[in-house]
């Protein structure tokens, strides 16, 4: 059993899941949710291009504040950033209820956890609360049996053995049989984490936050090595191609564009989001994907803001002057 009494802690909360997985509309809930925490929100994305800032809806409105880290991965070469970040945040004068990191879906969890253990400072003033794991039911089995180059981690298994809650999500895209599968095949992976059902990464916001379920013994039951500093390798052949590009993009072009990517790569193409300016439109387009999955919708007015074209496309062995050169097609003033 986890000891909850009298820790007056900040409780840390790390919300890890494979690319495209709704770690991002999980965190749109809370932020947008009335619960009246004050809440510091870590943000982390995997790309040349930030998008997730564009995504996250009146962050704003909300008590509370995100500080955003996309220069790389939490578990590797910004984790120096997570703890100077951290800091900062346990010396202001009033106290917080809450922190939560969202990682990068490339990101393993362990790392992240480790700075709660192994940095003094962070052991006087926080506690990992838990580590919740978003889970693509469409999508994960296909994650956890991918190859990997020898050295190289499995992500995706790495974020379900680590869990201490699983957020089921997407049930609605599986059959009833696929979802069993699913569940048996996580079971073996974790046998101890709770898993809950949602869709559109719908949970009452204690699912999340103040569960008290982080087990320090668990995790060392698991990983003997837990406590000690280590390196790890990702996959090297998964890459992103950003783009950053003011102008209007023709919607035509831009379907065709999407649905030949999607249908020839879209095995290879773990996640693709955006926010675009469409030609003939005074809002903003956002869209997703996730493998050969594809939603988009207008979010809000461009306002007075300049018309500045966003999108990352994060995958396998991308064919970056390919992609580049047929997205750019796709602009109203292209030749």
């Known amino acids: 059993m986890v000891d909850t009494t009298a820790d007056t802690r900040v409780p840390v909360t790390v919300l890890t899941g494979f690319l495209g997985s709704g ?15 004050k809440i510091a929100v870590i943000e982390n994305e995997f790309g040349e291009v930030g998008v997730d800032d564009l995504l996250i809806t009146r962050r704003f409105d909300t008590k509370e504040e995100i500080f955003e880290m996309n220069n ?21 004068k009033e106290k917080l209820d809450a922190i939560l990191i969202e990682t990068t879906g490339l990101a393993d969890p362990a790392p992240v956890a480790q700075t709660f253990f192994m940095d003094e400072s962070m052991k006087e003033f926080a506690r990992l609360d838990g580590i919740i794991t978003v889970v693509d039911v469409k999508h994960v ?32 895209l599986v059959s009833a049989e696929e979802l069993a599968e699913v569940e048996h095949r996580l079971r073996q992976i974790n046998k101890f984490a709770p898993m ?41 052949s998964v890459t992103s191609i950003g783009f950053t590009q003011e102008g209007d993009l023709n919607m035509d072009k831009l379907n065709a564009w999407i649905s030949k990517l999607l249908q020839e790569r879209g095995k290879e193409i773990y996640r693709m989001k955006g926010v675009l300016s469409i030609s003939g439109s005074d809002e903003k387009y956002a869209f997703h994907a996730v493998h050969m999955l594809f939603s988009g919708e207008t979010i809000e007015p461009w306002g007075d803001a300049k018309r500045v074209n966003k999108l990352v496309v994060i995958g396998r062995n991308l064919p970056r002057e390919e992609i580049t050169l047929s997205f750019q097609a796709c602009f109203v003033d292209a030749k």
């Open 23 to 37: 770690k991002t509309t999980l965190l749109n809930r809370i932020l947008s949710e009335y619960h009246g925490k």
């Open 72 to 92: 790389g991965c939490i578990c590797c070469t910004v984790r120096g950033d997570l703890i100077r970040i951290l800091s900062k945040l346990l010396k202001r």
């Open 141 to 172: 089995i296909q994650h956890l049996d991918e190859e990997k180059p020898e050295g190289a981690e499995n992500e995706a298994v790495e974020q379900v053995v680590f869990a201490d809650r699983l957020l089921l999500n997407k049930t609605d």
């Open 196 to 236: 809950v059902h949602c869709q559109n990464a719908n949970v009452p916001i204690d699912t999340v936050l103040g569960v008290h379920a982080f087990d320090l013994d668990r995790i060392l039951g698991i990983d003997p090595s837990f406590l000690e500093e280590s390196t790890h390798e990702h996959d090297q």
